[in-house]
């Protein structure tokens, strides 16, 4: 049950980070940020009130950790998207989420078969190769690469963080930890918000087309986050984040299908590497 949760968890990520980003290509990313995070609030709620839980103050302690850390997350994101190549940005970010809770899970005592820890590193490898490009000989777009990597290491220290936090919340919390974190990251972006609206003189919320891309990017968000923390109450947290590590291959599937962005050979190559470790996980 783990796995196929956590390929749920990586396929509503990747969706929702696909949109996300392309939303913010013609909108500044703190607006997309903002009404995403609104929308996951609304799931958020929906989902606390329908699954019985009792959280302890620490429960919610952790789930105001994880919204913070995921807000800016996706913030680093949701920016890296939008300047860099979508299938560069997307895998770096899911590797470094994953190195962090994998370290965390085996650091506090997790002991996985072989067979799984196998699966573990072809599942994080392929999210380096999924999409990986050749190097561009344009110096201002090479440039660009870089600041949009920099934004991706970013953005997936703070998932792997707000990873651990959610995996550290009781069983018996239900959902009410998503609740916290959904609170916590709209008052966090909404100061944001407010402090750049009255720096720029001019709204940063997102128009016309923008404006639903970023509400089915919350919430697609909401939605891997409750299946998220699931799949880590079902599993162990080696196996589920590896998992939701392959995120980025449905970004590249998505690019590539409505953006046209170029399929290469290390993509594929890295799809069937992806695939080749969820075969490993779910055997051992």
Same mark, same amino acid.
């Given at each position: 049950?783990?796995?196929?949760?956590?390929?749920?968890?990586?396929?509503?990520?990747?969706?929702?980070?696909?949109?996300?980003?392309?939303?913010?290509?013609?909108?500044?990313?703190?607006?997309?940020?903002?009404?995403?995070?609104? +929308?996951?609030?609304?799931?958020?709620?929906?989902?606390?009130?329908?699954? /019985?839980?009792?959280? +302890?103050?620490?429960?919610?302690?952790?789930?105001?950790?994880?919204?913070?850390?995921?807000?800016?997350?996706?913030?680093?994101?949701?920016?890296?998207?939008?300047?860099?190549?979508?299938?560069?940005?997307?895998?770096?970010?899911?590797?470094?989420? #994953?190195?962090?809770?994998?370290?965390?899970? =085996?650091?506090?005592?997790?002991?996985?078969?072989?067979?799984?820890?196998?699966?573990?590193?072809?599942?994080?490898?392929?999210?380096?190769?999924?999409?990986?490009?050749?190097?561009?000989?344009?110096?201002?777009?090479? /440039?660009?690469?870089?600041?949009?990597? =920099?934004?991706?290491?970013?953005?997936?220290?703070?998932?792997?963080?707000?990873?651990?936090?959610?995996?550290?919340?009781?069983?018996?919390?239900?959902?009410?930890?998503?609740?916290?974190?959904?609170?916590?990251?709209?008052?966090?972006?909404?100061?944001?918000?407010?402090?750049?609206?009255?720096?720029?003189?001019?709204?940063?919320?997102?128009?016309?087309?923008?404006?639903?891309?970023?509400?089915? #990017?919350?919430?697609?968000?909401?939605?891997?986050?409750?299946?998220?923390?699931?799949?880590?109450?079902?599993?162990?947290?080696?196996?589920?984040?590896?998992?939701?590590?392959?995120?980025?291959?449905? +970004?590249?599937?998505? /690019?590539?299908?409505? =953006?046209?962005?170029?399929?290469?050979?290390?993509?594929? #190559?890295?799809?069937? =590497?992806?695939?080749?470790?969820?075969?490993?996980?779910?055997?051992?």
């Amino acid at each position: 049950m783990a796995v196929f949760l956590g390929l749920l968890v990586a396929a509503g990520y990747g969706s929702g980070d696909f949109l996300g980003g392309r939303a913010a290509r013609d909108a500044p990313a703190l607006g997309v940020l903002f009404f995403a995070q609104c +929308t996951a609030l609304v799931g958020a709620v929906v989902a606390a009130l329908v699954v /019985a839980g009792d959280p +302890t103050p620490a429960d919610l302690a952790l789930g105001v950790a994880a919204g913070v850390a995921n807000a800016g997350g996706l913030g680093l994101l949701y920016r890296g998207l939008a300047t860099g190549r979508m299938g560069v940005v997307a895998p770096v970010t899911a590797v470094v989420a #994953a190195i962090t809770p994998i370290a965390w899970g =085996l650091g506090t005592g997790e002991r996985p078969s072989a067979v799984t820890l196998v699966g573990v590193v072809v599942a994080v490898a392929a999210g380096g190769v999924v999409a990986r490009e050749p190097e561009s000989a344009d110096e201002p777009a090479a /440039a660009g690469t870089r600041a949009a990597l =920099l934004m991706a290491l970013g953005a997936g220290f703070l998932f792997g963080w707000s990873f651990v936090a959610f995996a550290e919340t009781g069983d018996g919390s239900g959902f009410w930890p998503v609740l916290t974190a959904r609170v916590a990251a709209v008052i966090v972006v909404g100061v944001a918000v407010m402090v750049a609206t009255r720096r720029l003189r001019g709204s940063v919320l997102p128009r016309d087309h923008p404006r639903p891309l970023s509400i089915a #990017a919350g919430a697609l968000d909401v939605g891997a986050t409750v299946l998220l923390l699931t799949a880590v109450r079902e599993g162990l947290v080696v196996v589920v984040a590896p998992l939701a590590a392959l995120a980025p291959a449905f +970004t590249v599937v998505w /690019a590539w299908t409505l =953006l046209r962005e170029p399929v290469t050979r290390p993509q594929v #190559a890295g799809l069937a =590497l992806s695939l080749t470790g969820l075969v490993l996980i779910a055997a051992g």
